[in-house]
């Protein structure tokens, strides 16, 4: 079964990063609806909003993930027939995952002319759209290392080294906790996010916002490399960002060595508040965290009445 394996594979992280599980999600519903048998554009429908659910409940930071399944599922609730609803599932599919690709490359472009000559650069977790500014900077001859940190707990900054490696930039591998130390050293910091809200606030991988902190003290640019897909639309309505929380063994190890009454906490996100970032790069463009509710309106087109029949941010994990 293509749904159920792409929603375990997300929500156990073998699938992961905000843009991969958009796209991932996107490409299951195509091929759900493909595998269908059913004999009207009700039957269908209610088969392809049960999967949609589905595919929403894997993970509930990244909002990518939402917004690719309601850019997908708007093909089938507005059809008129049941081919209707079958072609405009597979061609927003389709579209969806090209346009994502685009996005990255133009946010890379982008980004690229923000990026000084002989660079230091400083990323945190492994963020396609983060390192795809990277390496175009390092393509134009622009970039002389990158600080990659490890990213406790899920070590994610392996991903990141590699990738940089692979395109022949130089890597100092740091511990999240050296970031600080590391800080003047460096030129900008760059990172991708998960979501960002209607207050231009940046949800991404837990430890973003010290590193913000820290770039912000050593008066550093903080760049956020962000398709519009990560701009959360019912953070307008004043709903919050559900941040979620992982089991304890992430963080210990399944041979737990602390005491029996130790709680663990794993967030595996923060947030980091829009005084801290200097730009969001995304693919119609660079602009402060305060144009973030015009991307909303007027890029993904949120109509309030919609607000009322799309799924909300309903998980809540953690405290
Ligand atoms: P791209 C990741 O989440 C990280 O928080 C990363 O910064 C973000 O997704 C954006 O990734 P996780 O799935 O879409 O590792 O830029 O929890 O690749």
Redesign the pocket.
């Known amino acids: 079964m293509v749904l159920t394996k792409t929603a375990d594979d997300i929500s156990s992280?073998r699938v992961?990063?905000?843009?991969?599980?958009a796209r991932t999600a996107a490409a299951a519903l195509q091929e759900y609806g493909a595998s269908l048998d059913c004999k009207t554009l009700a039957a269908f429908t209610g088969e392809m909003e049960k999967a949609a659910e589905i595919l929403c409940g894997t993970r509930p930071t990244?909002v990518?993930l939402p917004n690719a399944v309601r850019y997908v599922m708007q093909g089938v609730r507005r059809a008129a027939t049941l081919e209707d609803a079958q072609r405009a599932l597979n061609d927003r599919a389709a579209e969806f995952i090209r346009e994502s690709y685009a996005a990255v490359e133009k946010i890379a472009e982008i980004a690229a002319r923000q990026i000084p000559d002989d660079a230091v650069i400083m990323t945190h977790?492994?963020?396609?759209?983060?390192i795809a500014c990277i390496v175009r900077a390092h393509q134009q001859g622009k970039v002389r290392e990158v600080y990659a940190t490890e990213v406790r707990p899920?070590n994610?900054g392996y991903i990141t080294i590699q990738m940089l490696s692979d395109a022949g930039i130089p890597v100092n591998f740091i511990v999240d906790s050296a970031a600080r130390m590391f800080m003047p050293k460096v030129d900008l910091v760059i990172?991708?996010?998960?979501a960002v809200t209607a207050n231009g606030a940046v949800v991404?991988?837990i430890g973003t916002s010290q590193i913000a902190l820290c770039a912000h003290e050593a008066r550093k640019s903080f760049i956020v490399?962000a398709e519009t897909y990560k701009f959360a639309p019912r953070t307008i309505l004043g709903e919050r960002i559900p941040i979620e929380w992982r089991p304890a063994e992430e963080v210990t190890g399944s041979e737990r060595k602390l005491p029996a009454h130790v709680t663990v906490k794993n967030p595996?996100?923060d947030v980091t508040p829009p005084a801290y970032v200097d730009l969001i790069v995304t693919e119609i463009g660079a602009f402060a965290p305060s144009y973030a509710p015009v991307v909303i309106r007027d890029h993904l087109g949120w109509d309030i009445s919609e607000f009322q029949k799309d799924y909300a941010y309903s998980h809540h994990y953690g405290e």
């Open positions: 992280m992961r990063g905000a843009g991969r599980i990244a990518s977790c492994n963020s396609e759209a983060a899920r994610q990172t991708g996010t998960d991404n991988k490399a595996a996100f």
